[in-house]
């Protein structure tokens, strides 16, 4: 089933130059960029992001944290997106997440793990909206995807 996810590379892979290798592991795995923006997340729209953390005491560290620096918004596409990506990105806790992950590979404490993926599809409806306008994600056809398709039949 393809799916559409929200990833966020938060300002810690922006500033230590991550984005180009993380971006790269999406499209090689397959998955679709149909949107993709530099932000500069103000205090607003961090804490809508966030608001299922409002109640928890690290919710005010998440919030100054993701507004400190630009990031990397992006909307991916492809078949099982969002398990995929969260595979990807691995376990929240860098040390719990397996070599091979983004986080495996690239990250050492939680307050600063590098990237954000949607949990669910509901998540990542609601996610998306919140980081992309309609206007600002594209559908569009890849051969890739036809035989990729065609190989999964």
Do not use: C
């Amino acid at each position: 089933m393809t799916e559409r996810t929200l990833v966020l590379i938060k300002p810690d892979g922006v500033q230590r130059l991550l984005v180009g290798r993380m971006i790269s592991r999406f499209e090689e795995r397959g998955l679709k960029i149909v949107g993709l923006k530099l932000v500069a997340v103000d205090r607003a729209l961090a804490e809508r992001h966030y608001a299922v953390h409002r109640a928890k005491p690290f919710f005010g560290g998440l919030v100054d944290f993701i507004t400190s620096s630009p990031l990397i918004a992006i909307a991916l596409e492809g078949p099982s997106a969002i398990s995929v990506v969260r595979t990807m990105v691995g376990a929240t806790r860098p040390h719990e997440a397996v070599p091979g992950t983004i986080r495996g590979d690239f990250a050492l404490e939680t307050a600063q793990n590098l990237v954000h993926a949607s949990d669910g599809a509901e998540t990542a409806a609601a996610e998306l909206a919140l980081w992309f306008s309609p206007a600002e994600l594209v559908d569009y056809e890849r051969d890739i995807d036809r035989w990729a398709l065609a190989a999964a039949d």
